[in-house]
């Protein structure tokens, strides 16, 4: 009897179901096959062991083998006897085929029964996939709704484990263990537990620590653990410790089957992040160095303002965004630059011609667009009118007269300055604009005094 239980119990079965297998054996054995009540008999006691909690530990094609054996050796000493009753050989092998498809039939229904439930749970894969995948930007809560659905799917407890690095095997390659790898989340029975990522238990080939696995098996119930390799082609990022009844090993193959092509997903959209990230800063520092350049290339280097180029593009662009008002141009220069650079250097000559620029930038303020265009030519675009260029002209003499009253330089600081308005619209010729506030310039410069020089008394 110990031999069939061996057979008929299927593989890490408790202790505990020997007995009770046992008696149904035995009471379906003890049938008297010459009776004509024994086929009743053996379908009730069939039924009952089918119909029991411990069915599903019961290895049905093994079943067959044990009752084929058992019978065959009741025909082999019924044949011994002097008197052999060719009747109870007859019912011997009739018990036989009965058992048989009895057996099988309830093989048959059992395998359509665990085929619905498994198509059935299989359904619930694509919806661990789609939780992992909708907390992606979360690691954390990405490996904890994985444990959730496991345990919806009757896992005793859970353990996942995600290699330092991970690692490429190929086919007849013999496998090794990584150094190193870390617990990320663990399920024991209704507690889920999920590590930040900096907080996880290192589990190392020569010391568990933390990260050790608790078994919680009751021994009434018929969990294994099983350990699942989470790969995604030949790329293994971690393991899977599930501890599960041994009919769920199906589905939760293909379960970490999935879970190692989401780590894999997971994997490539934070090596996307790190690419936009750097991506991210190779543009900010192009932006930036090209703003240096089109400053370099649009600047003045003496004073600031904006040189000729910069300034035709900045007045046009004036004209486009401002079409249908007015526009104030006006041209200044400084008065004497070379008495100034002939008497008193170089030096004093680009003073001056910093110091005239600061005044325009003052007087036309941040609305305006100041150039230097020339030499000692200064050209400023802003909204107005002929009006307010006059006032513009009047500001820039005080600011001059007042700088040249506490001024200890031995020679004046002056510009002369001319305007002329215009409507912007579209076809509007700048440089004619330009040449008429040129002109207007010209008048105003017959004007300044003879001499920078300051005479001292």
Known sequence: MKEFLEEILVENADMSLHGKVQ?????????????????????????????????????????IKVFDRFTDECVR?????????????????????????????????????????????????????RDMLCHMDDEREFYRRLLVKLQALGAEASYFYIFEHPTAHFRNEEWHCPKRMYLTAYQSGEDIIAYEEDKRPEVVTTFAGEGKITRRKNHAQNYV??????????????ILVA????????????????????????QMSEEQKTMQRKLEILVREIQEKNEVLNFISESDALTGCMNRRGFIEKTLQMNRDH?????????????????INDSFGHIEGDFSIRHCAEVLKK??????????????????????????GQQIIERIREESDAFNC????EYYVELSAGCTSVICRNGLVIADALREADRALYEVKKLRRNSVKKIRL
């Open 406 to 409: 506490t001024s200890d330089k």
């Open 77 to 129: 000493r019924e044949l011994q006897k002097e008197n052999a009753d060719k009747r109870a050989i007859e019912n011997l092998l009739l018990r036989k085929r009965q058992i048989h498809d009895k057996i099988l039939s309830h093989i048959i229904k059992r395998e359509k029964e665990k085929f619905s439930t498994f198509q059935q749970e299989s359904w619930f894969v694509p919806l661990i996939s």
């Open 243 to 266: 501890e599960i009844d041994p009919a769920y090993l199906s589905l939760f193959y293909l379960i970490s089957r999935q879970i190692g092509n989401m780590l894999r997903m997971y």
């Open 23 to 63: 008696e149904y054996l035995q009471s379906i054995m003890e049938v008297d096959f010459r009776t004509s009540g024994s086929e009743e008999n053996i379908k009730r006691s069939l039924q009952k062991l089918f119909n029991s909690d411990i069915s599903k530990c019961i290895s049905g094609h093994s079943l």
């Open 323 to 339: 079409e249908g008002e007015e526009l104030l141009i006006l041209f200044a220069d400084l008065d004497h630059l070379k008495e």
């Open 363 to 388: 007087v036309v303020g941040a609305d305006g667009i100041v150039g230097r265009i020339g030499g000692d030519e200064f050209c400023v675009v802003t909204l107005g009118n002929l009006k307010d």
């Open 225 to 238: 653990a099983t350990i699942f390799c989470l790969f995604s082609g030949k790329i293994q990022y971690g």
